[in-house]
């Protein structure tokens, strides 16, 4: 297993793209905005010979889903979202141009709804879908236990935690989210963050301040 970590768009989101032996790929969180970055993802698409299986969005704030719309048109794959990120789903346009982001397409509408605990599989690919509100209210992270990883976009970041102070967003589930699923996890899991550098479940469970938060 591959994984993948391109970080786009005026929020530096990190989009992670993750490939089994046979080059399957799924995609998540594509955060491509501009041309240069449409482009720069297709190179790296064929430079690696992979081939799109699935886009996953671990939640709908605009910069996951700003490249949902060109992954989509390209690749023809299914959106997974989670159905209670409906409501942020459903602000991410005017976001967009509360931002002033003219360049923003609008994502199409997700294919598949996401359920906690739920195993997708895609070619050699598992992962566990582990709900976990508080940033945003159907935020999802998915978990490889195999291979010791979890994408967990604006939940968890190195030394850090996602903002609570956006529509949908509540301190109290966040903290509930982490302590109760996030650090139910090994310790040695590796953990992608959605902005920002890899951590892990041990060294967060010692020192994030959403303990003392
Ligand atoms: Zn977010
Ligand atoms: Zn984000």
């Not at 935020?139 to 236990?145: C, R, S, T």
């Not at 291979?147 to 529509?167: A, H, T, W």
Request: with cysteine; aromatic share 12%.
């Amino acid at each position: 297993m591959q994984i993948y970590k391109l970080t786009y768009n005026p929020f530096q989101e990190n989009m992670y793209v993750v490939s089994d032996e046979n080059k399957n790929c799924v995609i998540i969180d594509p955060g491509c905005y501009f041309r240069e970055e449409e482009q720069h993802f297709m190179k790296f698409i064929e430079e690696y010979e992979l081939k799109p299986v699935a886009l996953l969005n671990t939640h709908a704030h605009l910069d996951h889903i700003m490249g949902n719309q060109f992954i989509k048109s390209n690749f023809g794959i299914d959106i997974y979202l989670h159905p209670d990120d409906k409501p942020t789903f459903a602000m991410a346009e005017k976001s967009a141009q509360l931002y002033g982001l003219d360049q923003f397409k609008a994502s199409p509408e997700p294919d598949k709804w996401l359920e906690d605990g739920q195993t997708l599989q895609f070619g050699e690919m598992s992962f566990e879908v582990i709900l976990g509100p508080g940033h945003a209210p159907g935020h999802v992270a998915f978990y490889n236990a195999e291979n010791k990883f979890v994408i967990n976009g604006d939940i968890l970041f190195q030394g850090s935690y996602g903002r609570v102070d956006l529509p949908g967003g509540n301190m109290a589930q966040l903290k509930k989210t982490i302590t109760e699923r996030m650090f139910s996890l090994p310790d040695d899991t590796v953990v992608y963050t959605g902005h920002g550098g890899e951590t892990t479940i041990g060294a967060e469970k010692q020192s994030n301040p959403i303990l003392w938060g």
